[in-house]
């Protein structure tokens, strides 16, 4: 089992910048894909950004050019910066790995960005 853990959400005013980080823990070895997803009020989860373990990314048409996401596999951390948020970029962002077919999910971290 993976534990992933969230950090640097927050409140930022509309075209500021934020960076999440995602530390994951446990069965780390052997995770496929991590990345991140994120859910507004009223609105299903979304894939926000992920990363394979051969380095290759998929973003979201909404943040491409945006967000960054990066992996550091010897620390087992995920990253997403964030530039030029808007207003709808606000929502609960979650953690997620895939291993062996099964996802882990960290708990959210509120991102908050304010017109």
């Known amino acids: 089992q993976v534990q992933l853990v969230e950090s640097g959400g927050g409140l930022v005013q509309a075209g500021g910048s934020l960076r999440l980080s995602c530390a994951a823990s446990?069965?780390?070895?052997?995770?496929?894909?991590i990345g991140w997803y994120r859910q507004a009020p009223g609105k299903q989860r979304e894939l926000v950004a992920n990363?394979?373990?051969?380095?290759?990314?998929n973003y979201a048409d909404s943040v491409k050019g945006r967000f960054t996401i990066s992996r550091d596999t010897a620390k087992n951390t995920v990253s997403l910066q964030m530039n030029s948020l808007k207003p709808e970029d606000t929502a609960v962002y979650y953690c997620?790995?895939?291993?062996?077919?099964?996802?882990?999910w960290g708990q959210g971290t509120q991102v908050t960005v304010s017109s």
């Open positions: 997620n790995a895939v291993r062996q077919g099964f996802n882990s």
């Open positions: 990363i394979n373990s051969g380095g290759s990314t």
């Open positions: 446990g069965r780390t070895f052997g995770i496929n894909v």
